[in-house]
């Protein structure tokens, strides 16, 4: 197993265009999503993912067309998701060229789906994706996870005075689920899940820093790699989400897609702090 972090931009996209807000709100057009995705792959992503953050019905034939149009751009693995509800969905995602299906909400509502995909795809192809925020306050209420077909229910706590504690979101950061992030990212890999794409709704779009506490709580209890996610802006901020944060990968937007910051540039850095990652041949 290599050493080597992955360095992933992120199209978050409204089916057709890519689009970045700030705390998952006040999105903006960021530019077209096959145009983006060549650049990437010339500049030295290590993957690439597209989301649909729509993710309506009626518009999915369009999202499937843009996973086509980027897919032929890549020569490096594609991870997609955004509305992904069933079995059926996931395939339809993977035959229009994904390499992983990314789920979330779908997750929460119905553990099993995790299996279900897991089972059909294989865990290294099922990336869960956790919306966390922090929660300050102190008092505890408990939530549940029921898995079907299990007599088990997982209790999680949903705030901790003793403790930090991260809410678990979803329908876009709108809901809360009242699940703590560290049990439903455990709960997960035993489901199936071979990836946790973890973003901070705090930091998300705020150029800030990736969320160290949050990324170390997770990639230190989960075996399976952690992707971290939201407020990165300097090479430095990915320096400390691979160290202090000991994340195996790192996405970023909108420091790529406005020309912020090179892929290649930021890998020449790390690679200058002792950090190992892949160059392009």
């Not at 999915?60 to 969905?89: H, K, Q």
Request: proline share 3%; with cysteine; aromatic share 4%.
């Amino acid at each position: 197993m290599t050493l080597a972090r992955r360095i992933i931009p992120c199209l978050d996209t409204d089916g057709v265009r890519v689009v970045k807000g700030v705390n998952f709100a006040g999105l903006r057009d960021a530019g077209d999503p096959a145009a983006l995705a060549a650049r990437y792959n010339a500049e030295g992503a290590d993957e690439l993912v597209v989301l649909d953050i729509a993710a309506s019905r009626d518009r999915r034939p369009t999202f499937l067309e843009t996973i086509r149009r980027v897919a032929t751009e890549l020569a490096v693995p594609l991870t997609a998701g955004g509305g992904i509800r069933s079995l059926d969905d996931a395939r339809t995602v993977i035959r229009a060229g994904a390499d992983k299906i990314t789920v979330n909400t779908a997750a929460v509502t119905r553990p099993e789906l995790i299996t279900e995909l897991s089972q059909e795809f294989g865990a290294q192809a099922v990336v869960l994706a956790i919306d966390a925020k922090f929660e300050s306050s102190s008092v505890a209420n408990l939530g549940c996870v029921v898995v079907a077909n299990s007599s088990e229910t997982l209790s999680v706590v949903a705030s901790r005075a003793e403790n930090p504690h991260w809410d678990v979101r979803i329908r876009g950061g709108r809901d809360s689920t009242h699940l703590d992030a560290l049990d439903w990212a455990k709960l997960a890999v035993e489901l199936g899940a071979g990836e946790i794409l973890l973003t901070s709704m705090d930091r998300d779009g705020t150029q800030s820093g990736f969320d160290i506490d949050l990324t170390n709580a997770i990639s230190s209890s989960v075996s399976v790699p952690v992707i971290a996610s939201g407020g990165a802006k300097s090479p430095q901020h990915f320096a400390e989400v691979f160290t202090a944060g000991a994340a195996d990968a790192a996405l970023a937007a909108s420091i790529f897609h406005e020309q912020t910051q090179s892929i290649r540039a930021l890998k020449q850095f790390l690679a200058s702090q002792n950090i190992e990652v892949r160059f392009p041949c």
